[in-house]
């Protein structure tokens, strides 16, 4: 079955580690998106790729970093710059036309304690 | 600046009742808009999408939304709510090419 992966479904790390978050889709789409979900606070953008080999920022991007090396995987890394790693992660992807929905990944629950 | 409003954090309808949920955008030229549902600890579903033609769009689930442009708006609605539609409705736009959603409101049905 076609969709989009992500894994695992629960992290724990430690103050000051990095942890990398993966997300894999076998949709054959283009773009693909990495949000994270706070409560009260809706999805925010953390960086999103709309091709192989290139990325941008989005609005809450201090503190992660992604890469784009396969059309398939988009792995985030929440750095220990992030001051406050906590979170849901969420991973979509879209076939990269506005009008197209995104499918979304289960999520990543992040703890760092 | 250029956002997505759900007002509504939180809203309690008894089942059977009507539903109306509002979004609001502020972007320039109007954007591709969705509704999309998410259940605890899942990812998000479509609900439902516009991006021209009729202003009312129909979804899955027995949800619609009608696009008003003078006011910016795309509001969900459903006659009769079920109880199993309670969770977390989120409002997208996508006015480039990245996708952006609003605070989210959570739907909490009564008996």
């Known amino acids: 079955d076609g969709g989009i992966t992500q894994s695992p479904k629960y992290l724990f790390r430690k103050e000051g580690q990095n942890v990398t978050l993966s997300c894999e889709q076998n949709l054959n789409h283009d773009a693909m998106y990495w949000y994270r979900q706070d409560p009260g606070q809706g999805l925010r953008l953390i960086y999103y790729?709309?091709?192989?080999?290139?990325?941008q920022k989005g609005d809450i991007a201090e503190g992660y970093s992604v890469s784009r090396e396969k059309k398939e995987s988009f792995p985030l890394t929440v750095t220990s710059a992030q001051k406050n790693p906590t979170a849901f992660y969420l991973c979509a992807s879209n076939p990269g036309r506005k009008n197209t929905e995104a499918f979304f990944g289960q999520g990543t629950r992040l703890t760092v304690v | 600046a250029q956002s997505v409003t759900q007002p509504d954090i939180h809203i309690t309808v008894s089942e059977g009742a009507s539903l109306e949920l509002r979004c609001n955008y502020s972007y320039g030229a109007t954007p591709y808009l969705f509704w999309y549902v998410q259940s605890p600890g899942q990812g998000l579903q479509l609900l439902l999408k516009?991006?021209?033609?009729?202003?009312l769009v129909q979804g899955i689930k027995g949800f619609e939304a009608e696009f008003k442009r003078s006011q910016s708006s795309f509001n969900l609605r459903k006659p009769s709510v079920h109880w199993s539609d309670a969770a977390e409705y989120f409002c997208?736009?996508?006015?480039?090419?990245?996708?952006?959603f609003g605070a989210g409101t959570r739907l909490t049905v009564k008996p």
């Open positions: 790729s709309q091709i192989v080999n290139d990325f």
């Open positions: 997208a736009v996508v006015p480039n090419n990245d996708m952006r």
């Open positions: 516009y991006f021209s033609g009729d202003t």
